[in-house]
């Protein structure tokens, strides 16, 4: 029985959405696809796949087993691009695309030892906030922050993102220090592009409605104003790591956060065929960064 070819069947009908689109990238028919799909779940005993005649649905178990299958695949793809790739060097330009704040603070500083140990790399980083179309765009590769979990592109993450609300002592010492996630009611919360922070608590996820003097659509405005003592800000703990050891910024309401599907990813177009210079960019931020990046050490996240 060929048992990965069934979990890649499963993979592309998810990816997809249709197991017409999936048995056109495979070039197989539909009811190829439909039959591999039920000998799948017939050998598991359980339904993974929710059919209705206008769309596909994963079940609680189907979505486990399809975090898990991404993971055996992409293991599986890489082990095999291993060993095609041989001995092969990293060479030529290396297109990255890479948020405003995070590129100039976590890549920028690091070029220097990836180029020194692969100097037939050129890479050209193009910094910006708004996502590219990375295949339209002509790029290898684009670093971004999101729940990416969903996209049809390969997505591998580099490092956590944890975001937390914080304010400078000032500020809190004028305004007073919210007790409960109600209190931000009556303080100056500032945000670019956002009417409400999302945010998971003891209780479960919660709306806050972002209300304030000043409107942006810079991240990095925000940082400045918040540093200023202006008021309270939801931020990445890359962003304001120092800050926050340093004692520049506290934490608020430290029970609420962001969830954690929400991490730094490296997103590129296809691991089939990956060029050896994408392949050892990926993997040298993902060393550098790693499960517990350097930004977060001593934040007792």
């Keep these: 029985m060929d048992r990965f070819g069934d979990l890649d069947v499963f993979a592309r009908v998810v990816t997809a959405k249709s197991m017409s689109a999936a048995g056109r990238q495979l070039n197989l028919s539909p009811a190829v696809i439909s039959k591999r799909i039920r000998r799948l779940e017939e050998r598991l005993g359980v339904r993974l796949l929710q059919r209705t005649t206008r769309q596909l649905s994963l079940t609680e178990a189907g979505q486990g087993f399809y975090e898990r299958v991404v993971s055996v695949l992409s293991s599986i793809e890489d082990a095999e691009a291993w060993v095609a790739s041989g001995a092969g060097q990293a060479r030529g330009t290396l297109r990255v695309s890479a948020p405003t704040s995070f590129g100039r603070l976590h890549i920028a500083p690091h070029l220097k030892p990836f180029l020194d140990t692969h100097p037939q790399v050129t890479v050209d980083l193009m910094l910006g906030d708004a996502f590219v179309d990375i295949v339209g765009e002509g790029f290898d590769l684009a670093v971004r922050i999101a729940d990416l979990q969903d996209s049809s592109l390969v997505a591998k993450r580099l490092a956590p993102n944890h975001r937390v609300l914080c304010a400078t002592p000032g500020y809190l010492a ?88 929400v991490a730094v990813y490296a997103v590129y177009p296809s691991r089939r065929h990956m060029e050896q210079k994408v392949r050892a960019f990926v993997d040298y931020l993902g060393e550098l960064y790693g499960a517990t990046p350097y930004w977060d050490e001593g934040l007792g996240l």
């Design 174 to 261: 004028a305004a007073g220090t919210p007790g409960s996630i109600e209190d931000l009611a009556r303080h100056t919360l500032i945000a670019h592009n956002a009417d409400h922070w999302r945010l998971d608590g003891p209780g479960g996820p919660v709306s806050v409605r972002v209300n304030g003097p000043l409107r942006t659509n810079s991240s990095e405005v925000v940082r400045e104003a918040l540093l200023a003592g202006l008021g309270i800000a939801l931020r990445s703990t890359w962003d304001v790591g120092p800050e926050l050891k340093s004692g520049a910024l506290q934490r608020v309401l430290p029970e609420y956060s962001v969830g954690k599907r």
